[in-house]
Antibody, heavy 119, light 109 residues
Framework: QLQLQESGPGLVKPSETLSLTCTVS??????????WGWIRQAPGKGLNWIGL???????YYNPSLKRRVTISMDTSKNQFSLNLNSVTAADTAVYYC???????????WGQGTLVTVSS | QSALTQPPSASGSPGQSVTISCTGT?????????VSWYQQHPGKAPKLVIY???KRPSGVPDRFSGSKSGNTASLTVSGLQAEDEADYYC?????????FGGGTKVTVL
């Protein structure tokens, strides 16, 4: 059974960089069919897609976040990561990592991790 | 990037059906047969219940069905059960990115 687990600081100061890692177990992130992505959900709000990465290294980002986001993967550790720089309070959210298939939605999700941006 | 439009709420009695709409544009919902629907219970991660407009992942009851007409997709939950009370989100492929709807809270009366 594939499992995804987010990890990283729960508190980030304004203007700094939010960094999260997703560790995948029960399967390899090296498969060519799937993408590995990040989605966030501000408190009491809806889902917001951040971006994704394929095994090839190809990335796609939400245009509204593109200038601040980087998603990368480390196949040796079976992990992929999210960096979001110059954060503000508006970036406070539960951040989910997930696996998906082109056009077919995301079928496996991590449990989510709350990141609060505050001084 | 605009979110897809969903009604904020919907409700039905046990055993009844409820249908949720998801309206986008020709650049997302109308342009691709890549609409997904997610169910989210409070404090939990979303769960995929429909993909590619009308396909159900393994383990999802056939009470859940999806369809699309033009720029509007729909999710129907038939034979409502108490456990179906949740937030539901639509999502669509939109070229090189993905867009979500604002979510619909389904209440089982």
């Amino acid at each position: 059974q594939l499992q995804l687990q987010e990890s990283g600081p729960g508190l980030v100061k304004p203007s700094e960089t939010l960094s999260l890692t997703c560790t995948v177990s029960g399967g390899s992130i090296s498969g060519t069919s799937y993408y590995w992505g990040w989605i966030r959900q501000a408190p009491g709000k809806g889902l917001n897609w951040i971006g994704l990465i394929y095994y090839s290294g190809t990335t796609y980002y939400n245009p509204s976040l593109k200038r601040r986001v980087t998603i990368s993967m480390d196949t040796s550790k079976n992990q992929f990561s999210l960096n979001l720089n110059s954060v503000t309070a508006a970036d406070t959210a539960v951040y989910y990592c997930a696996r998906g298939l082109y056009g077919s939605g995301t079928d496996y999700w991590g449990q989510g991790t709350l990141v609060t941006v505050s001084s | 990037q605009s979110a897809l439009t969903q009604p904020p709420s919907a409700s039905g009695s046990p055993g009844q059906s409820v249908t949720i709409s998801c309206t986008g544009t020709s650049s997302d919902v109308g342009g691709y047969d890549y609409v997904s629907w997610y169910q989210q219970h409070p404090g939990k991660a979303p769960k995929l219940v429909i993909y590619e407009v009308s396909k159900r992942p393994s383990g999802v009851p056939d009470r859940f069905s999806g369809s699309k007409s033009g720029n509007t997709a729909s999710l129907t939950v038939s034979g409502l059960q108490a456990e179906d009370e949740a937030d539901y989100y639509c999502s669509s492929y939109a070229g090189s990115n993905v867009v979500f709807g604002g979510g619909t809270k389904v209440t089982v009366l």
